[in-house]
Structure formats: structure tokens, C-alpha cells
């Protein structure tokens, strides 16, 4: 193997500098002697499509995709897949042949951390999402899958939500989905599940999202941050007794999907846990 022929994946998004992916990917190659590398690109709204567009020239033959791109991406890709077309969001790119392809593991991802580890079983369940972005988009979709009883939703941007809302409806009929007009209109009271899918909770600044006396202690509330590893929301939930969990599970499943995406290979799943879980001790 030469340099010249080091192959390049890595993530954008705007920012990336949190991330951990770099270390489970990169764990994994090494693992599995593949002449590659995982690298964060951060990139502007603005350098979007001039990015995505010369992938070939700068070597990059994957991409994880995270905040803000998830949704406008897909203008730039040859092929989209069913999955993530029924999302309206990608999370994953391969670069094949000279297409862009682009796929979702983000759902996936996330519900094998929520069923398989945590034991948590959506059918029937009454579920809150606080955002409306990509991520829930990729989340609500495979929840729906399952059988709730209710998703309800909350964006500051409520046409978004609505919109999400109208979505899922159209492929989801028998299922009950609602928008709300506030954090205290999800009526998380209420909720076995409550997730929080939006960047609120990365900065030391951030407030809490949900006020303590709206949480219960028979809930999980699941927090897609992992960055810090206990966010605002997940103390005050730990602090009422309520089961916490961050994000970095799902960071975790998502990552060994994509990395099957682009190497046709079994990920090394558990070389990739324990990536993350030494970096973990550092944030």
C-alpha cells in the first residue's frame, strides 16, 4: 500500500469538531488493514454543492453527513435510496463508479441502540421529539415502523414540523402523529420516550431543554448528543430518577452501517465501541 493509494472518508457538517467518528472508523481500518482514513471537513451552507461535486478529485470516497446538510445534500447525488428517500434525508454517501449515492443509517442505527441495549419496545408507546431536522426525520420513520401509539413534535419552526408531520401521515395511516406548540405541549407527562434531536445542549450555555417538573421517572429520555456525554436534559433526567441515555449508541450503529456502505465488509463492531468508549473519557 502507497499513499497514493489511501483512500479518504470522513464527515461534514458545519460544526464537526466534536465528533468521535474519526476514531471508530479509523480504528476499524487499521483493524482490518485497509489503506484509508476518516477526516472532518467542515463545510459552510454556501460550499455545499462545490464540495459534494468534486468528492473524486480530493480522493473522498465516503461521507457521513451531519447537521445542517442531511436534507439539502440530496440535490447533488446520482441515487438515493428507498430508505432515505421515505426520510427525506441522507447520513451516508458512496462515492461508486462516478455516481453519489446516498443512503440513511441514522434510523436504523438508532433503533437497534434503543431495542437492543437500552430493551426499549416502541409498539404501542407514547413518544416526544423535540426538533425537526434530519435526525427525527430519520427516527420518527423507523419508530413509526414499530407501532406506537403517538409521535408528537416540537420545532421552533413549525411549518418544518408540520411538514414532517404531513409526511409521515401519508406513510404511516394507522399512526397518530401530532405537532406541537411547545415543549410543554408535548405533554411529556405522558411519554415512555422522549427525544431530544436538536444541537440544544452542545454548549455549556445551553439551557435545559425541558423544565424537570415535565419529566417522569417510569420515562426514557434519550438525548442524540454525545458531546458532551451527560447534556442539561440527561442530569435533570438522572436527577428524577428517569433512565438517560446519549447518543453515542446510536453515533456507534450508524457508523458500522455506513462503514458496510462503503467497504463491503463487516464492520469490527466491537473494535469500533471500544474506539468510542476511550474517547469518551477525554470529552
Known sequence: MTPADLRIYGLIGNPVKHSLSPLMHNAAFSYLNLNAEYKLFEVKPQELRSFILTLQEKKIYGLNVTIPHKEKVMDFLDEISNEANLIGAVNTIKVADDRLE????????????????????????????????????????????????????????????????????????????????????????????????TPIGMKE????????????????????????????????????????????????????????????RPAPFEIMRRALEEGVKYI
Open 102 to 197: 446516498g443512503f440513511n443509517t441514522d434510523g436504523e442505527g438508532f433503533l437497534k441502540h434503543l431495542t437492543k441495549e437500552l430493551g426499549f419496545v416502541p409498539e404501542g408507546k407514547t413518544i416526544a421529539i423535540i426538533g425537526a431536522g434530519g435526525a427525527t426525520r430519520a427516527i420518527s420513520v423507523h419508530l413509526a415502523k414499530r407501532s406506537p401509539k403517538a409521535i408528537s413534535i416540537y420545532d421552533l419552526d413549525k411549518p418544518k414540523a408540520e411538514a414532517l408531520a404531513r409526511h409521515l401521515e401519508i406513510n404511516f395511516k394507522d399512526l397518530e402523529f401530532r405537532v406541537s406548540d411547545s415543549i410543554e405541549g408535548l405533554n411529556i407527562k405522558e411519554c415512555d420516550l422522549l427525544v431530544n434531536a
Open 205 to 264: 450555555t445551553d439551557p435545559c431543554l425541558v423544565d424537570q417538573n415535565l419529566l417522569h421517572k417510569d420515562m426514557l429520555v434519550y438525548d442524540l448528543i454525545y458531546n458532551p456525554k451527560e447534556t442539561k436534559l440527561l442530569k435533570t433526567a438522572r436527577l428524577i430518577g428517569a433512565r438517560g441515555s446519549n447518543g453515542l449508541g446510536m453515533l456507534l450503529y450508524q457508523g458500522a452501517i455506513s462503514f458496510q456502505i462503503w467497504t463491503q
